[in-house]
């Protein structure tokens, strides 16, 4: 829900403002608070595709050229400048570009001394996470293998604790990739959020940098300001399967987006249960459906729904 998907950038929304292969000025959030990617005025803008290669599954996605485009979010007391914070889960919808050995970032938030980011180099994508002053647990990260144009649905799951004992879960197409231990809270974090470059960000040399430009394409983004349970994971990775056709290696809960089954690929939502403690029972996608209160869900019991793209003729009843 926007309540709690604070930050929520859909490239499929910006089609009543920019045609296909305008510059895109201002990418507006769809998540709970009124705080838009916008765009720098000393660097070139990226590019909203509405058709061809650089769409995925059909819709939309901000390409990137790999030089001198990003987006800002700027400073914000929901993402880097409040807090502090021991939950978050931070999920990307992107492609890779032919270059996947140049440092290239698809998001960093925070700056030289606290943060969060995730960036391509050397054919992995690495997730990073540090606090270096105050709760002082260093700079982390977790790195994982991926191919050049290529899907990807990437998630990033923090909880801290106050004793340094917490985590980051990091997943690759709902598989999981690794795990950060050792975690504490991260604190306020300044220097603008930035997708699709470095503005001063930590990597895993424990060196600072900037600009490491992103070349490819960003279909969605979207930041909770909690950690997702598994359960509430999985199903959002359904949704993001579902809809740009991405195979999920774990869990993939959903058949009937496929042609076969009759390309279900739309809004999907959906609740269930992977044992007692994770469990979602309250579900409304951007469709006209909601479930709630589901009773005797067991544990790996889902139920999803999404539609075709057809017409929705609702008739009333003849009396």
Known sequence: TQSTNTFWYRADQLV???????????????????????????????????????????YQALSFNGSNDFLTIANNSSMNVGGSWTTRTISMVFRSGPDIQSRQFLFEEGGGVRGLNMYIYQGNLYFGAWNKAQSHWGFFYVATPIDANEEYIANLVFAGTDGETGTVECYLNEQHVGTMNNVGRLHAHSGNNRIGCSGNSHVETGSIGSGYYFQGDIAEFVVHDYQLNSAERIVLNNYFSAKYAIALDDNDNFPDDDSGSGNFDHELAGFGSTDANNAMDDAQGNGIVRMLNSEDLNEGEFGLWAHNGQTNNQHQPTI
């Open 16 to 58: 009543d403002v920019y045609s296909d292969g305008d510059a895109v000025t201002t990418w507006t959030n769809q998540g709970g608070i009124n705080k838009h990617a916008y765009h720098n005025s000393n660097h070139k803008r990226p590019l909203l595709f509405t058709s061809g290669a650089h769409t995925i599954n059909g």
